[in-house]
């Protein structure tokens, strides 16, 4: 009795399987590009460092860029405006603009976003 329910079992997947057999195929392929995919993104992009940031303390000494000025290109990688900035260290709006005109000489740049860049380059900014 138990072989005869296992054979009319094995008929009805046989029959299952041969009826839907198309979206079976279909199902597979999806799965094998999902996986595809899955496994490229983790090969392809990049990822962070495991340690932590150490800036490079020789290109900070060769410029000559200060504690303070330190300070003013990380809130200025940011984003921060100059009052923001000014709000945070609890300095006048017009010292920012000091450490900001200083930084942009001392990185050779005309902008905040080269001044970010060229400090990011120089490794002085994760």
Request: aromatic share 6%; charged share 20%; hydrophobic share 55%.
């Amino acid at each position: 009795m138990a072989a005869i329910v296992w054979l009319l079992d094995w008929l009805d997947y046989r029959r299952a399987i041969h009826d839907r057999s198309g979206e079976l195929y279909v199902l597979a392929v999806a799965v094998i590009f999902a996986l595809l995919g899955g496994w490229l993104a983790l090969r392809l992009i990049p990822r962070p460092a495991a340690g932590a940031f150490v800036a490079n303390e020789a290109a900070l000494r060769q410029l000559r860029i200060s504690a303070r000025e330190r300070e003013v290109l990380a809130l200025l990688a940011k984003g921060a405006t100059n009052k923001g900035i000014a709000r945070k260290l609890e300095i006048s709006p017009n010292t920012v603009k000091t450490h900001v005109a200083s930084l942009y000489a001392k990185l050779e740049a005309s902008n905040r976003t080269q001044a970010v860049a060229q400090a990011r380059a120089l490794s002085i900014l994760p």
